[in-house]
Nanobody, 123 residues
């Protein structure tokens, strides 16, 4: 139901725009989020966005570099990632949950998941 895309290999300092298209989900009723998982590490929260798109929340390590947004007409959530660092290398997952609370930061608080898109940052 969630299809992530847009990952790739970039040099440090580069940018990417990740997309996540939803189907079979009442998209405008779901808070959406991006998580990431580096090799050998647990999946960690990166950013979330309210149902309307007005409110967003970021983990400290990505604040000022990542921007989450959504287009409810296109059933798509985006993650613009800038000033990438090698430590940003991970599989990036989009997630959704029917709720009005965009502050969920734990993976088990989200029901719907995409398959992930790989972001690799070279130094």
């Amino acid at each position: 139901q969630l299809q992530a895309s847009g990952g790739g290999l970039v040099q440090a300092g580069g940018s990417l725009r990740l997309s996540c298209a939803a189907s079979g989900l009442t998209f405008s009723s779901a808070v959406m989020a991006w998580f990431r998982q580096a090799p050998g590490k647990e999946r960690e929260f990166a950013a979330s966005i309210s149902r309307s798109g007005v409110s967003t929340y970021y983990t400290d390590s990505v604040k000022g570099r990542f921007t989450i947004s959504r287009d409810n007409a296109k059933n798509t959530v985006y993650l613009q990632v800038r000033s990438l660092k090698p430590e940003d290398t991970a599989v990036y997952y989009c997630a959704g949950q029917y709720s009005n609370n965009y502050g969920y930061i734990r993976a088990n608080e989200y029901t719907y998941w995409g398959q992930g898109t790989q972001v690799t940052v070279s130094s």
